[in-house]
Nanobody, 121 residues
Framework: QVQLVESGGGSVQAGGSLRLSCAAS????????WAWVRQAPGKEREVVAI??????FYDDSVRFRFTISHDNAKNAVYLEMDSLKPEDSGQYFC????????????????WGQGTQVTVSS
């Protein structure tokens, strides 16, 4: 089992920045893929960033603005969010899976509790 705890969410004005953190514990050595999932009000969950063996992948909506990183020594995953837009608002979840990477949120086995991000105009 893997436990994930997110932090760093909050309210910010458009154009601002936030850094989300995910503290991982448990059987983290079994994880093959780490990702961040966003759920905006009234919308489906969406994988916005993935990291796997030092490779990074981004949804077009966040490319060049968000940066995902994984610190193996600290068992931590981060999402640096810059140039935030109101449409970035939503609940952000740190997720992980031992089987591989996917753009489908439901494929991930492990989920954090989520952290709220609100971007005002």
């Amino acid at each position: 089992q893997v436990q994930l705890v997110e932090s760093g969410g909050g309210s910010v004005q458009a154009g601002g920045s936030l850094r989300l953190s995910c503290a991982a514990s448990g059987a983290t050595a079994s994880v093959e893929c780490w990702a961040w999932v966003r759920q905006a009000p009234g919308k489906e969950r969406e994988v916005v960033a993935i990291t796997h063996i030092n490779k990074r992948f981004y949804d077009d909506s966040v490319r060049f603005r968000f940066t995902i990183s994984h610190d193996n020594a600290k068992n931590a995953v981060y999402l640096e969010m810059d140039s935030l837009k109101p449409e970035d608002s939503g609940q952000y979840f740190c997720v992980a899976d031992p089987n591989g990477c996917s753009w489908k949120p439901h494929e991930y086995d492990y989920w954090g509790q989520g952290t709220q991000v609100t971007v005002s105009s």
